[in-house]
Nanobody, 115 residues
Framework: QVQLVESGGGLVQAGGSLRLSCAAS????????MGWYRQGPGNQRELVAR???????DYADSVKDRFTISRDNVKNMVILQMNSLKPEDTAVYYC?????????WGKGTLVTVSS
Protein backbone atom coordinates (compact mmCIF):
# COMPACT_ATOMS: atom_id res chain seq x y z
CA GLN A 1 0.00 0.00 0.00
CA VAL A 2 0.96 3.62 -0.58
CA GLN A 3 -0.03 6.57 1.59
CA LEU A 4 0.21 10.20 0.48
CA VAL A 5 0.01 13.15 2.86
CA GLU A 6 -0.17 16.74 1.64
CA SER A 7 0.84 19.86 3.52
CA GLY A 8 1.39 23.55 2.85
CA GLY A 9 -2.01 24.85 1.89
CA GLY A 10 -3.49 28.03 3.31
CA LEU A 11 -4.74 31.52 2.58
CA VAL A 12 -2.71 33.86 0.40
CA GLN A 13 -3.35 37.12 -1.42
CA ALA A 14 -3.41 37.26 -5.20
CA GLY A 15 0.13 37.52 -6.54
CA GLY A 16 1.55 35.60 -3.61
CA SER A 17 3.21 32.21 -3.41
CA LEU A 18 2.66 28.90 -1.67
CA ARG A 19 4.63 25.67 -1.57
CA LEU A 20 2.78 22.39 -1.33
CA SER A 21 4.50 19.21 -0.19
CA CYS A 22 3.45 15.60 -0.49
CA ALA A 23 5.13 12.84 1.47
CA ALA A 24 4.77 9.26 0.29
CA SER A 25 5.09 6.24 2.55
CA UNK A 26 4.55 2.52 2.32
CA UNK A 27 5.45 0.71 -0.90
CA UNK A 28 6.99 3.83 -2.46
CA UNK A 29 9.08 1.80 -4.92
CA UNK A 30 5.83 0.95 -6.71
CA UNK A 31 5.03 4.59 -7.54
CA UNK A 32 5.72 5.70 -11.10
CA UNK A 33 4.31 9.12 -12.02
CA MET A 34 3.37 11.57 -9.27
CA GLY A 35 1.30 14.68 -9.62
CA TRP A 36 -0.95 17.36 -8.26
CA TYR A 37 -4.60 17.74 -9.10
CA ARG A 38 -7.10 20.31 -7.88
CA GLN A 39 -10.83 20.64 -7.46
CA GLY A 40 -12.35 24.07 -7.18
CA PRO A 41 -15.87 24.91 -6.02
CA GLY A 42 -18.38 23.36 -8.42
CA ASN A 43 -15.64 22.00 -10.66
CA GLN A 44 -14.34 18.57 -11.54
CA ARG A 45 -10.92 17.45 -10.38
CA GLU A 46 -8.29 18.53 -12.91
CA LEU A 47 -4.62 17.90 -13.49
CA VAL A 48 -2.30 20.70 -12.38
CA ALA A 49 1.11 19.12 -12.93
CA ARG A 50 2.75 15.73 -13.00
CA UNK A 51 6.26 14.37 -12.98
CA UNK A 52 7.73 11.02 -13.94
CA UNK A 53 10.22 9.11 -11.82
CA UNK A 54 12.87 10.34 -14.26
CA UNK A 55 11.86 13.98 -13.82
CA UNK A 56 9.88 14.68 -16.98
CA UNK A 57 7.14 17.22 -16.25
CA ASP A 58 3.77 18.17 -17.68
CA TYR A 59 1.62 21.18 -16.73
CA ALA A 60 -1.90 22.41 -17.27
CA ASP A 61 -1.90 25.44 -19.57
CA SER A 62 -3.46 27.56 -16.82
CA VAL A 63 -0.44 27.15 -14.52
CA LYS A 64 2.47 27.07 -16.96
CA ASP A 65 5.20 29.59 -16.09
CA ARG A 66 3.69 30.06 -12.60
CA PHE A 67 3.87 26.62 -10.97
CA THR A 68 6.82 24.25 -10.74
CA ILE A 69 6.65 20.58 -9.79
CA SER A 70 9.67 18.74 -8.44
CA ARG A 71 10.33 15.33 -6.99
CA ASP A 72 12.82 13.86 -4.53
CA ASN A 73 12.98 10.11 -5.03
CA VAL A 74 15.25 9.67 -2.00
CA LYS A 75 12.93 11.49 0.40
CA ASN A 76 9.84 10.18 -1.44
CA MET A 77 8.36 13.65 -1.77
CA VAL A 78 6.83 15.75 -4.50
CA ILE A 79 6.70 19.54 -4.26
CA LEU A 80 4.50 22.07 -6.02
CA GLN A 81 5.85 25.63 -5.94
CA MET A 82 3.06 28.02 -6.81
CA ASN A 83 3.88 31.63 -7.70
CA SER A 84 1.79 34.54 -8.97
CA LEU A 85 -1.33 32.95 -7.52
CA LYS A 86 -4.73 34.02 -8.79
CA PRO A 87 -8.17 33.79 -7.18
CA GLU A 88 -9.08 31.13 -9.76
CA ASP A 89 -6.36 28.91 -8.30
CA THR A 90 -8.52 28.50 -5.20
CA ALA A 91 -9.18 24.79 -4.78
CA VAL A 92 -8.45 21.69 -2.80
CA TYR A 93 -5.14 20.35 -4.08
CA TYR A 94 -4.60 16.61 -4.13
CA CYS A 95 -1.36 14.70 -4.43
CA UNK A 96 -1.46 11.61 -6.59
CA UNK A 97 0.80 8.66 -7.19
CA UNK A 98 0.42 6.15 -9.99
CA UNK A 99 0.66 2.57 -8.76
CA UNK A 100 0.16 -0.21 -11.31
CA UNK A 101 -1.87 2.11 -13.51
CA UNK A 102 -4.15 3.31 -10.72
CA UNK A 103 -4.03 6.74 -9.06
CA UNK A 104 -3.59 6.73 -5.32
CA TRP A 105 -4.77 9.96 -3.68
CA GLY A 106 -3.95 11.99 -0.64
CA LYS A 107 -6.73 13.65 1.37
CA GLY A 108 -6.04 17.08 -0.08
CA THR A 109 -5.01 20.49 1.18
CA LEU A 110 -7.03 23.68 0.73
CA VAL A 111 -5.53 26.65 -1.09
CA THR A 112 -7.48 29.90 -0.94
CA VAL A 113 -6.36 32.92 -2.95
CA SER A 114 -8.00 36.20 -2.03
CA SER A 115 -8.36 39.09 -4.47
Amino acid sequence: QVQLVESGGGLVQAGGSLRLSCAASGMVFSISDMGWYRQGPGNQRELVARITRGGRTDYADSVKDRFTISRDNVKNMVILQMNSLKPEDTAVYYCSGMVSGINVWGKGTLVTVSS
